[in-house]
């Protein structure tokens, strides 16, 4: 996961049109009529093309929380950060952010592992339910929103790539495994650990997936290491400069917010490229 700054969105919902005005009001009398109910109200907007391909565009047709190119595989999944029909809180459900169902700044590109609930084998062989859903947990429970305006009061334990740093809660390895970070005084990222789990950033698959992926990375910075030593040893051979040039820029192109798994490559390369002066 990466920071990513976002732009204006579509016009349709930033000047609302005829219908996306019409679902928020519905969906605000549907929910004020129904507090206790467990139906949901059937929104319709966040699944329009345009939102879609806004949302792709920004993200480079990548998961907004794993990094996984999903659009070779499947469809996106148009993901609210604030979860819209219900909330889980422990075994409780409670009403959604139903007044966000169609805002702009709650809507996120997702891959259907992040975004839904999957069971999975552990490496301790122990199975573990994970993915965001119907998820969205707090600081303090006490100050979540049931109504519009409130939820600026909140304090999200959910990583919003839009809002936080992510580098300063996800820590990675070069064998695809990802960790909460740690602060100045040792303290592990409580809003990474939950985000790990909640966004299921540790399942088996992934972290084999980002393996593979770091071993390109570690391969392509020694192509950069080997001529540069060469360099040292026969400082009169001009091929090896531009071998250096050439595998420096390969290396510089996997760490393109449009290249897969971003952040991993970002640490990865973090110490290799200061050491080179880039």
């Known amino acids: ?6 732009p204006p969105g579509p016009k349709q919902l930033l000047a609302p049109a005829a219908d996306v005005d019409l679902e ?8 004020k009529a129904a507090v206790k109910t467990r139906k949901e109200f059937p929104f319709k907007i ?4 345009y939102v879609k391909e806004a949302i792709e565009k920004i993200f480079h047709k990548k998961c907004a929380y794993c990094e996984t190119f999903y659009i070779v595989a499947q469809p996106v999944d148009v993901e609210h950060f604030r979860p819209k029909g219900a909330v889980v809180v422990g075994k409780e459900k409670k009403p959604g952010y139903y007044w966000l169902a169609s805002e702009w700044t709650n809507l ?7 975004n839904r609930s999957n069971t999975y084998l552990m490496p301790n062989n122990k199975k573990e ?7 969205f947990p707090l600081e303090d429970e006490a100050k979540r929103a049931t109504k519009p305006g409130e939820e600026r009061n909140e304090k999200p334990l959910l990583l ?4 936080d740093n992510p580098e300063k809660h996800l820590e990675f390895t070069d064998d695809g495994v990802v960790r909460p970070a740690l602060n100045s005084k040792g ?5 990474g650990e939950v985000s790990i789990k909640i ?37 009169n051979d001009a091929s090896f400069e531009d071998d250096v040039r050439r595998e420096l820029k390969e290396l510089k192109y996997y760490l393109e917010p449009h290249q897969e798994y971003s952040a991993m490559t970002r640490q990865l390369t973090d110490d290799f490229l200061k050491s080179e002066g880039e």
Not at 187 to 191: G, P, R, V
Not at 204 to 217: C, F, G, Q, S, W
């Open 108 to 114: 996120l590109p997702s891959c259907i592992r992040c």
């Open 46 to 49: 966040y699944k329009q093309p």
């Open 160 to 163: 919003n790539p839009f809002v």
């Open 199 to 235: 966004y299921a950033l540790c399942r088996p698959d992934l972290v084999e997936r980002r393996a593979e992926y770091a071993r390109k990375i570690l391969a392509q910075i020694e192509r950069v290491r080997r001529p540069r030593e060469n360099m040292r040893t026969y400082p």
């Open 187 to 191: 303290q592990a990222s409580n809003k």
């Open 24 to 31: 928020r009001q519905e969906a605000l009398k549907f929910y």
């Open 1 to 6: 996961m990466i920071k990513v700054t976002r």
């Open 129 to 135: 339910t994970m993915g965001k859903k119907n998820f």
